[in-house]
């Protein structure tokens, strides 16, 4: 079993609809990262968070440190968020477990 | 500042050739680290510095070999490719938030390695 689990693996939803991705990891964590990677490949980090809640722009984040469980929650989603979403566990050290990644797409 | 540069993006080499990916931060990070990215997993690490003059494996390092002489720079040497190391490959920096923080992460752009 992975350490870092990500569901679903794929997601295909219509420009305007709310979004949500799971992520559950099986390891202590000091933080959990959520990362996006567009079609070109670069990645970008979106949130790094050990607790309660983070919001920028139409992304939420959440975790709940006791079911050991973190969403990432896309609102009025457009066709730009279609991208490749990763959550990774960060524990004591610099060293980060990623997920497999959640693929999106927006259709418009 | 131009964050974390990878260089090359793409390379094709031939069985038994070796090779260095180039990774610079000008963010003065501490924290250094190569991952391959291969279809269907995840990104794994394969090895990583906390700091100039120390480097440790990460959870892939055969085929594999580092350097870290000054903090910005942190190459990865493929001695002698394998088929096996066809891959997209992502160094990343980092600083700690706090000693016990999480780290904050900037990717390169990636570099596109194919072994023949």
């Known amino acids: 079993k992975n350490e870092v689990e990500q569901s679903p693996q794929n997601l295909t939803a219509q420009e305007g609809e709310f979004i949500t991705i799971n992520c559950s990891y099986s390891v202590g964590i000091s933080a959990l990262h959520w990362l996006q990677q567009h079609p070109g490949g670069g990645i970008v980090s979106l949130f790094m968070l050990s607790s309660g809640k983070k919001k920028h722009g139409r992304l939420i984040a959440t975790i709940n440190i006791q079911e050991k469980h973190s969403s990432l929650h896309i609102t009025a989603s457009h066709p730009r968020d279609s991208a490749v979403y990763i959550c990774a566990a960060q524990g004591g050290s610099e060293k980060l477990v990623f997920g497999k990644g959640m693929k999106l797409t927006v259709n418009p | ?116």
């Open chain 2, 1 to 116: 500042n131009a964050g974390v540069t990878q260089t090359p993006k793409f390379q094709v080499l031939k069985t038994g050739q070796s090779m260095t990916l180039q990774c610079a931060q000008d963010m003065n990070h501490e924290y250094m680290s190569w991952y391959r990215q291969d279809p269907g997993m995840g990104l794994r690490l394969i090895h990583y510095s906390v700091g100039a003059g120390i480097t440790d494996q990460g959870e892939v390092p055969n085929g594999y070999n580092v350097s870290r002489s000054t903090t910005e720079d942190f190459p990865l040497r493929l001695l002698s490719a394998a088929p096996s190391q066809t891959s997209v490959y992502f160094c990343a920096s980092s600083y700690r938030t706090s000693p016990s923080g999480a780290n904050v992460l900037t990717f390169g752009a990636g570099s596109r390695l194919t072994v023949l």
